[in-house]
């Protein structure tokens, strides 16, 4: 089972300044089975970028994804006060998915 | 509209069972894996289990294998999971996601919609 280890846990910043979330595996991964998703507080998560790099429907520009093997990173260029939220990777291998733990991107 | 909506939750005891649903519409249901996914009180996200569009593969994650059974009716566009053997540490919000795409080598996949969740507590 492939293993998704995410970092930090916690990024305390400022509207308007870049966050970068790492997601790291302990084996390597398709780049094409690879998406970040995005979780408010009561509410399901909603993709944001899949295959590595491509952002979802109606996700601004800001958000940019990169990697590929064992390391992807999701990029938010200038944080905006709706995008403090939970961010998880989530890849697909042998027939079995899993989640990283998650990243919590706060004020 | 793609719409996930899940039932079935509920308080059940230690050892108890239950069986959520997911009803989908505004997509060919038929045509599309689906999974379960979990989510503990201020936890993660953790992968419960999936079933290909026919229905005829299904797969589990370590915590829940032999205890829990995913099925679908793609005749009334309906995903199942019965869950047996009910423990403290099965309590969450249940979702069900929808998959896009195929598991070939080169195209994208992964979980395009989610339901809103259906809540499972296990507790005496």
């Known amino acids: 089972e492939i293993v998704l280890t995410q970092s930090p846990g916690t990024l305390s910043l400022s509207p308007g300044e870049r966050a970068t979330l790492s997601c790291r595996a302990s084996?390597?991964?398709?780049?094409?089975?690879l998406a970040w998703y995005q979780q408010k507080p009561g509410q399901a998560p909603r993709v944001v970028i899949f295959?590595?790099?491509i952002r979802a429907t109606g996700i601004p520009d800001r958000f940019s994804g990169s990697g590929s093997g064992t390391d992807f990173t999701l990029t938010i260029s200038r944080l905006e006060p709706e995008d403090f939220a939970v961010y998880y990777c989530?890849?697909?291998?042998?027939?079995?998915?899993?989640f990283g733990q998650g990243t919590k991107v706060e004020i | 509209e793609v719409q996930l909506l899940e039932s079935g939750g509920g308080l059940v005891q230690p050892g108890g069972f239950l069986r959520l649903s997911c009803a989908g519409s505004?997509?060919?249901?038929?045509?599309?894996?689906m999974n379960w996914v979990r989510q503990a009180p201020g936890k993660g996200l953790e992968w419960v289990s999936g079933?290909?569009?026919?229905?005829?593969?299904?797969y589990y994650g370590d915590s829940v294998k032999g205890r829990f059974t995913i099925s679908r009716d793609n005749s009334k566009d309906t995903l199942f999971l019965q869950m047996n053997s009910l423990r403290a540490g099965d309590t969450a919000m249940y979702y069900c996601?929808?998959?896009?795409?195929?598991?070939?080598?080169?195209?994208?996949?992964?979980?395009?919609?989610w339901g809103r969740g259906t809540l499972v507590t296990v507790s005496s």
């Open positions: 996601a929808k998959t896009r795409g195929l598991a070939v080598a080169g195209t994208p996949y992964y979980f395009d919609y």
């Open positions: 505004g997509f060919t249901f038929s045509s599309h894996a």
């Open positions: 079933i290909s569009a026919g229905g005829d593969d299904s």
């Open positions: 084996q390597r991964v398709s780049s094409s089975y």
């Open positions: 295959a590595s790099s």
């Open positions: 989530l890849q697909y291998g042998s027939s079995l998915w899993t």
